[in-house]
């Protein structure tokens, strides 16, 4: 561990506001803006920091030999993405399934800028019954915004609006995607 807060402390020189309330087991976990691959080990160093399990969902095929080990041990768990499979269903299925599950997801859907999220991780949450945890990397400030926990209403619109409102002057690896 002193090693994970030496890189991510001194070497690039990020620090973290906030924390994951360790008794909510699962949630979302939205991370906005996702602008660039560097936003996968700043969030790999500061989970591990803050002692927190965040996992992903992938394509099946990723979890087979030889590779398979890696991604289960960086917290992935295996979607089939068979046509025709409700993708919403199947991912909520997957908190059934565990005791401990915090799914990581970058609702713009790609690292380019765009107008709207789209909203599949509203609806894992909603059928997950589930709360969601908005999470930014603001690289302007160098800082891993974790917010507390935000429980949706079932009105999209609202709760998008909300939910944006935590991301108000958050700044990208890339601001002219954000």
């Known amino acids: 561990?002193?090693?994970?807060?030496?890189?991510?402390?001194?070497?690039?020189?990020?620090?973290?506001?906030?924390?994951?309330?360790?008794?909510?087991?699962?949630?979302?976990?939205?991370?906005?803006?996702?602008?660039?691959?560097?936003?996968?080990?700043?969030?790999?160093?500061?989970?591990?920091?803050?002692?927190?399990?965040?996992?992903?969902?992938?394509?099946?095929?990723?979890?087979?030999?030889?590779?398979?080990?890696?991604?289960?041990?960086?917290?992935?768990?295996?979607?089939?993405?068979?046509?025709?499979?409700?993708?919403?269903?199947?991912?909520?299925?997957?908190?059934?399934?565990?005791?401990?599950?915090?799914?990581?997801?970058a609702p713009e859907g790609t690292r380019k800028k765009v107008d709207a999220w789209k909203t599949g991780y509203y609806y894992i949450a909603k059928a997950a019954n589930v709360p969601i945890i908005p999470v930014s990397f603001d690289y302007k400030t160098k800082t891993v915004i974790v917010n507390a926990p935000f429980y949706i209403t079932g009105n999209i619109e609202e709760d998008t609006v909300k939910l944006h409102s935590f991301y108000e002057g958050v700044v990208g690896k890339r601001p002219e995607y954000t």
């Open 1 to 105: 561990m002193g090693f994970t807060k030496f890189i991510f402390y001194k070497l690039l020189g990020w620090k973290i506001k906030g924390s994951f309330d360790p008794s909510i087991k699962k949630a979302v976990v939205i991370v906005v803006p996702h602008t660039s691959w560097h936003d996968f080990y700043v969030g790999a160093l500061a989970r591990r920091i803050l002692k927190a399990e965040i996992n992903f969902v992938a394509k099946k095929e990723l979890f087979r030999w030889p590779f398979g080990w890696y991604f289960r041990w960086m917290g992935g768990a295996p979607l089939d993405r068979t046509a025709g499979q409700n993708k919403v269903e199947a991912i909520a299925s997957v908190f059934n399934e565990k005791e401990e599950f915090r799914l990581a997801l």
